[in-house]
Every structure is written in C-alpha cells, then in structure tokens.
C-alpha cells in the first residue's frame, strides 16, 4: 500500500486493532475515509490512501486499512490548522463527501520542514460528519496527550526538554490533614461534580434543540417519502425527481435509520467489538489452555470492561463476525450445545492422544476416569473436560460407565475384543493389559 | 475365569462399560452383538429357554464389579435376538422371551438325526418321553421346552417326518417318526 507523504505506520493487533499508548483513549470511529493530499507531494505524487476507517483517539488520528491489516497515524500535536467542516447545502450534493482539512506542522513531510494539508474524505454513509468534527475538536482542544508526556517524565525522573515545566501544573498539593484536610477534600469533589454536571447539562441543551431540528427534519422526510411511494415509476426528469432509495440514504445520513435498512446501522459497532474481543481473549485462552466456555469469556471481558458492558447477544454476534475476518480464534458449539473460543490452532487430536494416554493407565483401567480427573489431569476446567471426554466417546476411543458413582468414561476395550473368539486375550494387547491391571487389584 | 454356575464367564465380563448401554453407533453394535452370543452360550450352557424380565437373570448382572443392565438395555439386547430370529416374545408386554438358542428348523433337524441315529424310525413315542425319557438323557433334547419341541415335531410333520396323535391321557401326545 503506497503511503502518502511516507505518513509513520501505526503498530495494530493482529486482529486490526490500534495498539494504544498509555494514557490513550478511543473518541471516535469513521469507516469510509479517503486521506488526500494538497498536491505539494509533487513532482511524483503519491496515491491517496483509501476508504479507510478512521479511529480518532486522545492522541493521534490512526487510518486503518483492514484489507491489508496495515494502518498509518497522525500524531494530534503535530496539527496545527482545521479548516471548517465543507459541506454544500444545495440537496444534489449532500452526497458530496463532507471534508477535514488538516495541515500538519511538516514534521511528517519527506520534504522538510513545510507545511502539508491533508484533507479527510468521509465517504461513509453512517456516520454524521458533524459528530465527528465536534469530537475531533473536542480532542484537539482536550490535549490529554500532554497529560501523558508530562505524567511519564513525573515517573520516571527523565529530563524534559521545554515542556519539563509543565509536570508541576497537575500536582497541586495542599495540606490535607486533619479535619479541615477531609472538608476541603469533599468541597473539591463537590466543586468538580457540579462542574462536570454543568457540562453534561450544556451538552444535554445542546442536543435537546439538535433533537427538535431532527425530528422537524425526520418528519419532512417522512412526508416527502409517502408522497414519493404513492406516485408510480415515472422517472421522465431525474434532475428534479428524488427516489425513494434517496430518501432513505438521506435518512441515514442524519442518523435516523429507516425501517427497511436498519440491520446495516450498528455494523461498525459490533465488528470493532468483535476484533477487540479477538484481541482480549488471547490472555485468557492461554491460561487455560487453548480452549474457554462462552460463559468464562462473558464474564471476563464485561469484568474487563468495566462499564458500557455488553449483552449475550452482542457477544455471540461478535464471535460471528470472525468468520468474516482473519482472526486467529474461533467460536465452537459442541453437541451437548455448549459454546467455546478456541484457538485455530487448536488440535483436537492432540486431546484425544492426551485422554487415550490417560485412559491406559493402570488406575484409569481400573476405575475409569470421571470429568474432574480428566480435569485435574489434562488442567481445564470440569465442563470443558467433559466435552474432550463426549468427544473422544463419539470417536469410539472411549465408553461410558453409568453406575451409583456417576458417569466414568474407560478406553474402548470393545475394539479389542475378537467376537469369534471371545476368551481370547492377545498377549501384548489393550485387553492383556487391561486384564492385568483389574486382577492385580482383585 | 470367573463362572456362573457351570458356564466360563469371557474376560470383558468384568468390563464395566460391558454393562451400560453404548450411545456411539459403533460401540453399540460391537456390544449388541457381544451380548447377544453370550446369552445364547449360557442359555445352551443352562438349558435356559425363557428368560423373565420381571425376575433376577444371573446373567445380567456382575456383582464382582457391582454393575447389573438397565431394564432398557436387556430389552435392547433381546430384542435383538428376537430380530436375529434367536428369540421371540412370548407376551405383548415384552416381559418374557423365549430363547431360541437353537432354531425351530436346528430343533428339527435335531431330532431326525437323534431318531435316525437311534434307529428310532417307525417308533412311536410320547412327547414327553422325548423330554425327559431314558432315550434322550445326555442329549440337548433332555429338558427341552415343551412348546419349542412341539413346534419343532410340527414342522417335522409339514415335512412328512413324523406324525403327531393324541395319547391316551388327556395331556400327553404320541410322535410317530417315519424314515
């Protein structure tokens, strides 16, 4: 993927996620961007990169293209202008890709020091450009990267260059002792609650008379698409005739889904949800050894994730969607219906040898093994041990023994046994050592 | 070895599996199969023709390894046998099967050899002479089932082997066998 001003690649997961920086933050996700240049990469100008999604983060702006799992970044203190969000307000082009311009302080252009404009193409269709802008802003404004910068030289004693003044802004330290040391502590926390109340509140006006515009809008829309559905297909000037599907996109476009589309909102949302969770579960799987009920991962990575959990149902479709990209775990649904992530590289066979070993040891011949021991033995857990040994019965390795003491699985002997010839015992066989395992102890 | 009675237990007899009913497909098959010619070697060992369903049949259980079949697998098992054309149902209920260790035809075949062997042909004798008479001690005939043997003299006469008359008491049938 040829990249635009040799921007610095951004390091991802291998499930083509950004690997963050301490302290960073994710704000805001835009799939659908194209990355265009000024024209001053000339004279050999290079391809802009394309429909890319967009992750806004507290400190940088990360273009991933998943296709090539490959990503480029633009750190946010090398910004130094936004131009005004350019959309045309005639109807035909509303479908003109609304554009960012940003210029960079150069740092990034093979060139030198010049500045570059970089202009942002949001080409998707589900994302209200105005949102985007408001948060970049946002971001911008917030500098959350100093805060990092500046906590990290505090810990590790480095000596800054111009910006070592900075550490002494965030440590206010008061005296806070005693009584007056525990009021003042609660009036400080009372202060910053009523402030970020204040601010939650404008936010709340803000969109309160946002959501009034909208739905003067939505329900224009709506009469217009009624108006629209009742005539026939004459389509003699299609200069001044809107389609329904454009009403609809339109629909969209202001974030409103409309009846007929609504399964394609929300899409990003869950396929960033599923390669987060690909990338999280990769812990977890280790330490159990290559195979986790569905049930385990739920409660990990909601424990995990603190707030903003995620229902059952979020996370099935999530395990879903790997099928559809190149994620190096998989969901599994035994017979018994219960569901695991595993490994890809997960070998069945490697159980089964595991389990046959186990099941030819002179207790197991003798007594069989329960679903704890397999447990204790081969380090799962009990239910997940259970379904090895189902498994390993429907591949005929083993049989099951139902008596008062429960269900206890033992190696096949039916194989062994020659019907022909039944007080047969070969002398180096499975049944030979079976024999002599069970009439020792007798 | 282990025994019942007179009757050499196989080794896998002791194998507890041996006694629950397989759910894979093939194991199950193997086992059927395993089951079926040992209830038809005891029942020849012992002289079984009926096994009850609704009583203790030694062979179904192994108190060594404390393990004894489910109603539902000596159904399965039987059952079997019965589709094999080893063994039928003697009541709608599938509470007794009559065994069939030796078919109807075996049976047959059997006595004529037993008859030819004798020099029994142009005899007559009492059905339950053929049971439990002199003649017959030693041989598998001796403590047949009264209504396998009948049957077998039945199929016999359809050949023209042998003629069944009413005896002279009430309950006793005379068998004439012809060459």
Known sequence: MASLFRLPAAELTTSCRPIFLPGEVERCLLPGVDLESDGSDRPTPLLPFQSSLLVLTSHRLVFIDEASASALEISLPSIIHIYPLKKSMSIRSMFASPRVAISNDGTIS??????????????GKNMDPDVFYGRFMEVIRAREWELTASANQGNTGLEGSSSGTRVNDLKITMPVVGVSGILRKEQESWESTDKSL?????????????????????????????????????????????????????????????PVTK???????????????????????????????????????????????ISPEDLLQACALWEKFDVPVMLRKFDSGVKVIQNKTHSD?????????????????????????????????????????LSAENRGLLCRDVS?????????????????NIYLIKSHGLLNAWVLATTVSC | MQKLGEFKLPPFFNYPPYFTLQPVKETREKQVQLWKDLILDFCKNQKIFVISLEEDFSLFSNPAIERSLSHEAKVV?????????????????????????????????????????????????????????????????????????IRALKLLEQKGKAVIFKGSSADDEGVKFSA
């Open chain 1, 349 to 389: 066979d490697e159980v089964f040898a595991r389990i046959s070993s186990l099941a030819q040891k002179p207790d197991a011949l003798r007594k069989g093994i329960s679903p704890s021991d397999a447990a204790f033995t081969l380090g799962i857990a009990p239910a997940l041990a259970k379904e090895h040994l």
């Open chain 1, 110 to 123: 093979e060139k030198g020091t010049k500045s570059t404009v970089i202009t942002l193409v949001m080409r």
């Open chain 2, 77 to 149: 098992f039987l059952s079997a046998l019965v589709n094999d054309g080893r063994a039928e149902w003697m009541d709608k209920g599938h509470k007794k099967c009559l065994i069939l260790w030796l078919r109807i035809q075996d049976w047959a075949d059997y006595i004529l050899r037993f008859v030819r062997d004798n020099g029994l042909e142009d005899g007559v004798m009492t059905v339950e002479d053929i049971r439990s008479g002199f003649e017959t001690r030693g041989t598998e005939l001796a403590g047949i089932d009264r209504g396998v043997l």
């Open chain 1, 263 to 309: 399964e394609t909102a929300g899409a990003l949302y869950h396929q960033q949800l599923s390669r987060q969770l690909a990338d999280f579960v990769k812990v977890p799987l280790e330490k159990a050894g290559g195979m986790i009920t569905l049930v385990d991962v739920y409660c990990l990575f909601n424990r995990a994730r603190g707030t903003e959990l």
């Open chain 1, 404 to 420: 008062a003491e429960g269900l206890r699985f033992y190696i096949n002997l039916f194989n062994e046994i020659d019907s022909a």
């Open chain 1, 198 to 258: 204040q601010d939650a509140f404008q936010d709340l006006n803000a969109l309160m008379s946002k959501a009034k515009e909208m739905v003067q809008l939505a329900e224009k829309m709506r009469q217009k698409l009624l108006a629209t559905g009742s005539n026939s297909q004459s389509n003699s000037n299609d200069e001044e005739t809107v389609s329904k599907q454009d009403m609809q996109d339109w629909l969209l476009i202001v974030g409103i889904a409309s």
